[in-house]
């Protein structure tokens, strides 16, 4: 059986699965997304004799993992600035030094430039927006906010090389 049949037939077992992770049905689809993405850009890391469904599940995890100590090391903190000017921003938000604050400025001058049709579900995104929520005011189908979205990141990522 081809790879993309059997990540294919996978497809409601991990959806299951990724409910169970995330509780959130807009999240577990975009858990699903992401496996299978992930999955397909590594099949050729695949080893026949591998437990395929083990592979993948693992995958799924390790997405999850990495997603949930990426918001846990976001997490916001209470301001304690006179103006409230660092209101729900991440703890190292950058702006106590100058070169913070250049590189904040940078970051949006670069998100600024996309086009209006890139910027607007990046920046709401961004903002906590989920998809459907974005795709709902924009008027716009879930598939076509998502990759808008992803290929923001991927443009201002590019923009910005030079701050990894």
């Known amino acids: 059986m081809k790879f993309q049949a059997r990540l294919l037939d996978l497809q409601s077992n991990l959806l299951n699965f990724a409910y169970m992770l995330t509780s959130n049905r807009d999240d577990a689809y975009d858990l699903l997304q992401d496996t299978t993405l992930k999955a397909l850009d590594n099949e050729d890391k695949y080893v026949e004799n591998v437990n395929f469904k083990g592979w993948v599940f693992t995958i799924m995890r390790n997405i999850f993992i990495n997603n949930y100590r990426k918001v846990v090391r976001s997490a916001t903190v209470?301001?304690?600035?006179?103006?409230?000017?660092?209101?729900?921003?991440?703890?190292?938000?950058?702006?106590?030094?100058?070169?913070?604050?250049?590189?904040?400025?940078?970051?949006s001058a670069a998100i600024n430039s996309f086009s209006e049709e890139y910027r607007v579900p990046f920046t709401m995104h961004v903002a906590g927006y989920k998809y459907n929520e974005i795709a709902e005011k924009m008027n716009l189908?879930?598939?076509?906010v998502k990759s808008r979205i992803f290929f923001a990141r991927q443009r201002l990522q590019k923009m910005l090389k030079d701050y990894r």
């Open 78 to 107: 209470i301001d304690q600035t006179e103006d409230l000017y660092h209101l729900n921003l991440p703890q190292e938000s950058g702006f106590e030094t100058p070169e913070g604050t250049v590189a904040a400025g940078e970051i």
């Open 141 to 144: 189908p879930l598939g076509t």
